[in-house]
């Protein structure tokens, strides 16, 4: 298989440019246009092309393409080029800012500029600049020779990116890149106009109602302790922070603060309303995502921007300003973007949902062999849960018992203590006091003595970490820990990565920080536990997504679940070998209980 390195050189200017725009819209505008391109073959010399789009298409038609592995960096852009408007289908796309997030990690530069001064590969040009506003016939033919020289510098530091960062990386991560690029590249969902158009203008209606009928003022809006108690007149518990100058617990109601941003995305309209009033936002994210599904709608097919690990579990996330990871589904209303989301003529999807594979991860790796059992005898943990805090026979517990069982088993599992556990439950309508919230949370610890063992081993790893030590964490033979690489070696092989891990000593103890994007981030050995766990539930689903690939259409994975579309007449095979997969667990995890849900329909949304 040959290996194709590219990069496109495109016409930009002040307005029309990536910064300014998707890459969906970039591409699919009237005013793109191609300068040129620069290829290489293997290890032979870098061409320069550049010429009009029938030119190029006939340069293009000379490769052998469906022979080929091609590789670019940022290879979302590069391989949409190639796709929709050439044609054109390799084999493999393969991209070396995905490489680069799994080899270092998301906290890492991922330009290609910084990628080549970490390895120091030589310099990256400049000339891109030059180029602003300029069209390719208005080049002059020296210039456009320079530009060649710039773009053909660029492919050179692209494949010499990968020959460094592919040696030992996992062939089956390249896999996982290549199915994850194709749901972008390769667009086959189509979106509903119609629906689309109506479900804007009525989440439009809604907001102004929703803020009429709130009677909230500016100054209700500009005061935290009154707009928090907004939040808490909808049932959402406000997010809070140790203030650096008091070092107390705080409202996090800043536009930067994490918590608050994440409530931009909450799926009730009324929180989103009243967040973006708060910000002096004109929109909400409902209507300002549904008015980009519109215009995506008007333009073409739905292409799925997933982004390969997004997240520093190596989970992927959303990209291209359409965070598909978090669409509203509950509630008709709400479901409307999920439902716009449909198959091609012929075709329904199948949306197949791991069940509780974090909880069913956590008790396997812990050695909660009880717990574990229970999940796989398809026992209700939920019940059995609330049966043993209401003290009651299982077949006696109420709906409301079995809530709060199923909010301890999903919530407490990683350390949580009594004051969050309070918290969680408020946001669900569900009042009780703090001595109650302690009584619960130790009932868990108590019945599950070794997943709370696990978290000290988590505590003690960054400790041994700090240390230069290595340490054991959980079932013996899936995860290792690498002080010299500071973190843990996932199944799949790459790394979960504690950058410049510290440890500090305060009134509470030993502390420790590590370095993110966000800054000094604070960890511990109970959210080691769950970065770990949803580390290995992401390396489960992706082994899953790629048996899946084998014989059907991948469209979109979300968190724990895989969509595929197929023929209307393969869905009665397809779904139960859909679920067969989903319920099948590498040879590593032996005796990890796994279990799915899966549903069918003509649109995303239907399928739930």
């Known amino acids: 298989m040959d290996l194709i390195t590219i990069d496109f050189e495109t016409y930009y200017d002040q307005d029309f440019s990536l910064k300014k725009l998707t ?30 789009y029938e030119q190029l298409k006939d340069y293009f038609d000379t490769f052998n393409w469906k022979d080929s592995m ?54 990256k040009g400049t000339e891109v600049a030059a180029a602003k506003g300029k069209r390719r016939e208005d080049f002059t033919d020296e210039e456009l020779s320079r530009y060649g020289d710039y773009c053909i510098n660029d ?83 406000p997010p809070k922070k140790i203030s650096l100058t008091t070092g107390k617990e705080t409202l996090a109601l800043a536009k930067t603060d994490e918590g608050f941003k994440a409530l931009e995305e909450h799926e009730n309209l009324a929180v989103q309303t009243l967040v973006a009033a708060r910000l002096g936002n004109k ?65 329904k999807l199948i949306d197949a949902d791991s069940s509780q594979i974090e909880a069913r991860v956590l008790a396997w790796l812990a050695g909660q062999d009880d717990l574990t059992e229970a999940f796989a005898n ?6 059995k849960m609330a049966s043993r805090i209401y003290n009651v026979e299982e077949e006696n517990v109420t709906k409301d018992q079995r809530f ?10 990683y350390g949580m203590g009594a004051v969050r556990f309070q918290d969680q439950l408020a946001t669900f309508g569900f009042d009780i006091e703090l001595n109650e919230a302690r009584r619960v949370i130790q009932i868990y610890r108590d019945s599950n003595w070794k997943i709370s063992h696990l978290w000290r ?68 050995g109970g959210k080691v536990v769950e970065n770990v766990c949803q580390a290995i539930a992401r390396c489960i689903i992706a082994e899953q997504m790629l048996k899946i690939a084998g014989r059907y259409r991948v469209v979109m994975t979300v968190h724990d679940s895989i969509v595929c579309c197929v023929s209307d007449t393969e869905v009665s095979e397809a779904q139960p070998y859909i679920e067969e997969c989903m319920r099948w667990a590498p040879d590593w995890a032996a005796g990890l209980p796994i279990d799915c849900e899966s549903g069918v329909g003509s649109s995303y949304g239907e399928c739930e």
């Open 457 to 524: 081993e988590g505590q003690n790893m960054l400790t041994e970490l700090t240390r230069g030590n290595n340490a054991n964490l959980g079932k013996k033979g899936v995860l290792k820990v690498d002080a010299d690489r500071q973190g843990i070696v996932l199944p799949s092989k790459l790394l979960l990565k504690y950058e410049d891990l510290e440890a500090t000593q305060d009134e509470k103890g030993l502390q420790f920080i590590y370095k993110t994007r966000r800054g000094p981030t604070k960890i511990y």
């Open 155 to 237: 492919v050179e530091l692209t494949h010499k990116l990968f020959g460094i960062m592919v040696k030992g990386f996992p062939k089956q991560e390249l896999k996982v890149i290549d199915k994850t690029l194709r749901m972008f590249i390769d667009p086959i969902l189509e979106l509903d106009l119609g629906l689309l158009e109506y479900h804007l203008e009525n989440t439009k209606d809604r907001k102004d109602k929703l803020l009429e009928e709130a009677g909230v003022t500016k100054e209700d809006l500009m005061s935290n302790p009154k707009f928090a108690e907004l939040l808490i007149e909808l049932g959402v518990t």
């Open 23 to 52: 890459t969906e819209e970039y591409i699919r505008d009237s005013r793109f246009q191609v300068i040129g391109v620069a290829i290489k073959i293997n290890k032979e010399s870098t061409e320069w092309a550049s010429g009009t």
């Open 404 to 413: 709060v069982g199923k909010t301890t088993i999903l919530g407490a599992g």
């Open 283 to 347: 929109s909400t994210l409902e209507e300002t995502r549904t008015q980009r599904f519109i215009d995506i709608a008007k333009r073409g097919t739905l292409p799925v921007p997933i982004q390969y690990y997004a997240a520093h579990t190596g989970r992927w996330g959303g990209a291209d300003k359409i965070n598909l990871q978090n669409l509203p589904s509950r509630g008709l209303n709400k479901k409307k973007l999920k439902n716009s989301i449909t198959a091609p003529e012929g075709h």
């Open 70 to 123: 091609v590789l670019a960096h940022n290879t979302m852009f590069d391989g949409a080029i190639l796709g929709w408007l050439f044609g054109v289908k390799p084999k493999v796309w393969v991209d070396t800012l995905c490489l680069a997030r799994a080899v270092h990690g998301t906290n890492a530069g991922g330009s290609l500029q910084a990628l080549t001064e970490r390895y120091e590969l030589g310099a």
């Open 378 to 383: 398809g026992e209700d943990v939920y019940k």
